[in-house]
């Protein structure tokens, strides 16, 4: 039976994340900072939680993130920049994930196919950036990115089956994006859970790296 693992499980995606990976057979470990108090800007809370968990996970998916923090909203101008908003956006949607990988690398199988993947966001792209604001958020993403592919090509001189990607999963109908969906056509967490999956089903070494959204295209980084 192969193991998955899903951090932020107690939210909208992973939390469908968690359910579509346990229907398809797969071993669960769900785990949560509502739950089980993974903190992602605290890297010793997360090297504790993963450290007692029983591997190799055969799929790891980092589902977590936040467009407000303490009550900073995505600026709509530079003179809304705030360091600290943008330093504590650094720490949960860049800084975090990248040290789930570094400490859930041990629990990644070498002589088999792995998978691991960060939500990422659209908006991080620079490439496909041409509307300006939401600094933090973006640069937060477009640093998750560059994080991930920096791994992922270390990871594979060790482990050569392993796929270390970013996906964005599109725009989902959560409390997360419930001001700012704006018009834009949204899905359930459920059908994003499938869709991403779907594409990291179709993953393979030499996708490694990438940034992909939620029908298996490239993102301009």
């Keep these: 039976m192969e193991r998955a693992l899903v951090i932020g499980a107690s939210g909208a995606i992973g939390g469908a994340l968690a359910r579509a990976l346990e229907a398809r057979g797969h071993q669960v470990t769900a785990l949560s900072r509502s739950g089980d108090g993974l903190d992602l800007t605290d890297e010793a809370s997360i090297a504790a939680a993963l450290a007692g968990l029983k591997g190799p996970f055969h799929r790891v998916i980092v589902a977590t993130g936040a467009l407000e923090l303490n009550g900073h909203r995505p ?20 800084t975090g ?10 629990h990644l199988p070498r002589d088999v196919p792995a998978r691991f993947a960060a939500l990422s966001a659209r908006v991080g792209s620079i490439g496909d950036n041409r509307l300006g604001g939401w600094y933090s958020y973006r640069a937060a993403k477009a640093a998750l990115n560059q994080l991930i592919h920096t791994a992922a090509i270390e990871i594979a001189r060790t482990h050569p089956q392993a796929v270390i990607c970013c996906l964005h999963p599109g725009t989902v ?4 994006t419930a001001a700012y969906a704006g018009g834009h056509p949204t899905v359930t967490p459920e059908v994003a ?13 030499a996708n ?12 301009p980084w």
Excluded at 75 to 94: G, M, S, V, Y
């Design 75 to 94: 600026e709509k101008t530079l003179r809304a920049l705030d360091p600290h908003a943008l330093a504590e956006q650094f720490a949960l949607n860049a």
């Design 97 to 106: 994930p990248a040290l789930v990988l570094k400490h859930v690398l041990p």
């Design 173 to 176: 109908a959560t409390p997360l």
């Design 193 to 205: 859970a499938q869709n991403l999956l779907a594409v990291l089903d179709r993953m393979t070494p």
């Design 208 to 219: 490694s790296g990438g940034f992909f959204d939620w029908k298996g295209d490239p993102i």
